[in-house]
């Protein structure tokens, strides 16, 4: 069974860093290209991020760039979303999705993906 699962979510105070990870099984993410999409209380969800197949590139929701950081370790089957100089904004469940992938691109239209973690909470408060 194909599965994907976010960890990494916690409270934050404004300011400070988180690290989440997302990690498959019953796959491996090396032909996926994977997305990190979030959803705010009373909100759409939107996206962040999302990396292509190979690492070949990554892409950025234009609010955010400079902030996050995607990377992927398919060795490890995980990939990763850095998020520094974290606001209150940011509070939302944020989750990782995968497509597979021909060609080395990626894109931060939810549709377009097919399996979908479960999420994890990031609140940033003091």
């Known amino acids: 069974q194909l599965q994907l699962v976010e960890s990494g979510g916690e409270l934050v105070q404004p300011g400070g860093s988180l690290r989440l990870s997302c990690a498959a099984s019953g796959f491996t993410l090396d032909a996926y290209a994977i997305g990190w999409f979030r959803q705010a209380p009373g909100k759409e969800r939107e996206g962040v991020s999302c990396?292509?197949?190979?690492?070949?590139?990554?892409h950025y929701a234009d609010s955010l760039k400079g902030r996050f950081t995607i990377s992927r370790d398919d060795a490890k089957n995980t990939v990763y979303l850095q998020m520094n100089s974290l606001k209150p904004e940011d509070t939302a469940v944020y989750y990782c999705a995968a497509v597979r992938t021909v060609l080395p691109i990626c894109g931060l239209t939810i549709a377009r993906y097919n399996y979908w973690g479960p999420g994890t909470q990031v609140t940033v408060s003091s």
């Open positions: 990396i292509t197949r190979g690492a070949s590139s990554a």
